[in-house]
């Protein structure tokens, strides 16, 4: 059976302002121009998840650009 770890997204740093898993929700946003932009996005794992065994996990997060 597969494990899985919580993990929230986050805008800044300081892991305050969340990026959630909603559709059309807390929107980055991006000035428009002809150059390549980059936007970093934060993630905290909780500590203390239950049957987590150590291991490499990896997810995939898909980020939409409406214009």
């Known amino acids: 059976m597969a494990a899985y770890l919580n993990y929230s997204l ?7 302002v969340i990026r959630d898993n909603t559709s059309g929700t ?16 934060y993630a905290r794992i ?12 990896t997810d995939n997060v898909i980020a939409t650009a409406t214009y």
């Open 46 to 57: 909780p500590s203390a998840q239950t049957f987590v065994k150590a291991a490499v996990y």
């Open 10 to 16: 986050y805008a800044d740093m300081g892991r305050t």
């Open 26 to 41: 807390a929107p980055l946003p991006v000035v428009a121009t002809a150059a390549q932009t980059t936007n970093t996005i």
